[in-house]
């Protein structure tokens, strides 16, 4: 089951038949990692050559046919020593990858019939798969702070707000987006970060926050708008990508999951810039997310 052939334009969508018809059972499924993680064929390192392995029946592995040595294709990925079934794995990544909102685990455990706690578990395990690490961002960039956690009555909003947990983001408009959750957003953490993310010499466009006030000498060019005065816009002067991209991931933190804490957080924001980072990939997004699920990862092994 080769992707070249399933590649589909960004104006095609890959839909439930197609998850069906590609990922029938447990057995396509693992087809597929096989052969998504050994492309040019399965090398032996008993034999010490390429050669071919066929597919046991009862364990998720296959065996080599000249010494029977086996290789398990789950090992290292987000299937690693999991019991639960490969195609309900690779249909929960699909529907985490169908939405722009989000899909809360109760619902994974009303469509696949897992238990709760399992449901989370898997959709932890995939979020994990979803960090990036973009390459400096240049030509144009917002940056922006917000603040995510639960409302209290009378409570102070955004700046200054108790019980909140600070994020930082920087996206470059039309291109990709890096976010990141902060202890405060002090110049000596918002700054350091900016410094990481962006090139010098980069436009980069914020609100009048007094920290920002340094990156000119920093080496970077600086224009700011004056929220505090209603202004939004002047000329190509604003922040309203990375606000949208803040008004998008807090819709969906209430509309589907209700309240996140700060201890999971980054990983539901990595989720988030991850479909954002890869709306407009040729590959289907559930093939991006697969992708990462089916990477090896030594950290899935030391757990």
């Known amino acids: ?8 334009s960004p104006m095609q969508k890959y839909t439930i038949k197609d998850f069906q018809v590609d990922f029938a059972d447990d057995a396509a499924c693992l087809e597929w990692l096989v052969e998504y993680r050994w492309p040019e064929g399965i090398y032996c390192e008993s034999c010490g050559k390429i050669t071919k392995h066929h597919a046991m029946n009862t364990r998720k592995s296959y065996s080599c046919q000249e010494c029977g040595n086996h290789i398990f294709p789950c090992a290292g990925t987000v299937f690693h020593k999991s019991s639960t079934a490969l195609t309900t794995w690779f249909y929960v990544g699909y529907l985490m990858a169908q939405t722009r909102g989000g899909i809360s685990a109760k619902q994974i455990q009303r469509e696949t019939g897992v238990t709760y706690k399992t449901a989370w578990r898997m959709c932890n395990e995939i979020r994990k798969c979803l960090d990036e690490d973009q390459d ?3 030509v144009e960039v917002e940056i ?10 009378g409570g102070k909003r955004g700046r200054g707000s108790e019980n909140k947990t600070p994020v930082v983001g920087v996206v470059e408009r039309k291109g990709k987006i890096e976010v990141k959750a902060v202890p405060n957003t002090k110049g000596s953490t918002i700054l350091p970060f900016v410094e990481n993310e962006v090139q010098k010499g980069t436009q980069i466009y914020t609100d009048e926050y007094p920290v920002y006030n340094r990156l000119h000498r920093m080496g970077y060019q600086h224009d700011k708008v004056l929220h505090s005065n209603n202004i939004y816009v002047i000329g190509n002067v604003h922040t309203n990508t990375i606000e949208g991209f803040w008004s998008m991931v807090k819709n969906g933190i209430r509309g589907v999951f209700r309240s996140v804490s700060p201890q999971h957080l980054q990983k539901y924001l990595d989720e988030y810039a991850f479909r954002y980072n890869h709306r407009d990939d040729v590959t289907p997004m559930f093939r991006t997310f697969l992708h990462r699920m089916a990477s090896f990862s030594p950290v899935s092994l030391e757990e």
């Open 136 to 138: 400096p961002f240049g």
């Open 1 to 8: 089951m080769n992707d070249n052939n399933t590649h589909k």
């Open 144 to 153: 922006d702070e917000s603040y995510f956690g639960g409302r209290h009555r």
